[in-house]
């Protein structure tokens, strides 16, 4: 572990950054069609994309002094998906060069808050350690359940916009500052 720079825990999961080892349960995430419901309908085929993508994110690390996280259920010890923060380096929605925090995971454990437990302490880590301002969201217009996360975590709906680079699709843009956070979680800790 002395490697790790990333590493957050929660009352229920870990936070870490991603491994080569996660390769197996990316893939499980990544080849459900259901999860990519709304992310284009292009599930992996193989687990060589999985590792490809963990390589990505791996580089981010170092270009970007961030990327996506693991996420670990403490309990069992078992890849539930990844969240985090990502530096979006491409123009979307007429901004660029903005932190975006996400997730994604594996269709056994939704429902369980673990998606919102996950982007609260992204939210916490970008606005405490990176000194950000601002952290937007983006979701389809039909993942009402993803914008329901965001909102939970404290993001709050800006507009709605389309997304040439994603398919054309309708989406919900979503945001927070710095200062509406502390008002918001400042007396919430998520060690």
Same mark, same amino acid.
């Given at each position: 572990?002395?490697?790790?720079?990333?590493?957050?825990?929660?009352?229920?999961?870990?936070?870490?950054?991603?491994?080569?080892?996660?390769?197996?349960?990316?893939?499980?995430?990544?080849?459900? !069609?259901?999860?990519?419901?709304?992310?284009?309908?292009? !599930? =992996?085929?193989?687990?060589?994309?999985?590792?490809?993508?963990?390589?990505?994110?791996? /580089?981010?690390?170092?270009?970007?002094?961030?990327?996506?996280? #693991?996420?670990?259920?403490?309990?069992?010890? /078992?890849? =539930?998906?990844? #969240?985090?923060?990502?530096?979006?380096?491409?123009?979307? /929605?007429?901004?660029?060069?903005?932190?975006?925090?996400?997730?994604?995971?594996?269709?056994?454990? *939704?429902?369980?808050?673990?998606?919102?437990?996950?982007?609260?302490?992204?939210?916490?880590?970008?606005?405490?350690?990176?000194?950000?301002?601002?952290?937007?969201?983006?979701?389809?217009?039909?993942?009402?359940?993803?914008?329901? =996360?965001?909102?939970?975590?404290?993001?709050?709906?800006?507009?709605?916009?389309? *997304? !040439?680079?994603?398919?054309?699709?309708?989406?919900? *843009?979503?945001?927070?500052?710095?200062?509406? *956070?502390?008002?918001?979680?400042?007396?919430?800790?998520?060690?």
């Amino acid at each position: 572990m002395a490697d790790i720079k990333f590493y957050i825990e929660t009352d229920r999961l870990i936070l870490r950054e991603f491994q080569l080892t996660d390769d197996v349960g990316m893939f499980e995430l990544d080849s459900d !069609p259901e999860v990519h419901k709304y992310l284009g309908n292009k !599930p =992996v085929e193989t687990i060589d994309e999985c590792r490809t993508t963990i390589e990505s994110v791996l /580089n981010q690390y170092i270009e970007n002094g961030i990327g996506r996280w #693991a996420i670990i259920e403490k309990l069992s010890g /078992n890849f =539930v998906g990844w #969240a985090g923060l990502k530096l979006m380096k491409t123009t979307i /929605n007429n901004h660029i060069d903005f932190y975006d925090s996400g997730y994604r995971l594996i269709q056994k454990y *939704w429902g369980k808050g673990y998606a919102t437990e996950a982007t609260k302490a992204s939210l916490q880590y970008g606005f405490r350690q990176m000194n950000l301002k601002e952290i937007y969201g983006i979701t389809h217009i039909e993942n009402l359940k993803s914008r329901r =996360v965001l909102e939970k975590s404290g993001l709050r709906f800006i507009e709605h916009f389309i *997304w !040439p680079e994603w398919h054309n699709i309708k989406c919900n *843009w979503l945001k927070i500052t710095k200062e509406e *956070w502390e008002d918001k979680f400042l007396s919430q800790s998520f060690s």
